[in-house]
């Protein structure tokens, strides 16, 4: 076994460290893929997804959702009002 690659986090197969405090949503057909909410977080929880909305924006993905800690900045800066965050239920 590859000792060194176990050491590496990998976010798209590990799985969650505790579960998740906040739910991020994402209102897809919101989004122009502007970027803000991913570059203000400050836990690095979102990254620009795969998929595009009906106008051909790639909307972004809470990929780290266990990471969130609820401070509502990506909220507070989207101009599109595109994403919010509620407790996780
Ligand atoms: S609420 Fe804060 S930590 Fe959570 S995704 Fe938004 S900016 Fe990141
Ligand atoms: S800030 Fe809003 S419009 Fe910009 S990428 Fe994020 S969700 Fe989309």
Known sequence: MDTTQ???ENPETDPPKHRPRFQV???PERCKECGLCIHVC???VLEKGIKANSRGYKYPVP???EDCVGCRL???NCPDFAIY???AG
């Open 6 to 8: 176990a050491l590496v």
């Open 25 to 27: 949503v994402v209102i």
């Open 42 to 44: 400050p836990k690095n």
């Open 63 to 65: 990929v780290r959702p």
């Open 74 to 76: 990506c909220e507070f």
């Open 85 to 87: 965050v509620v407790p």
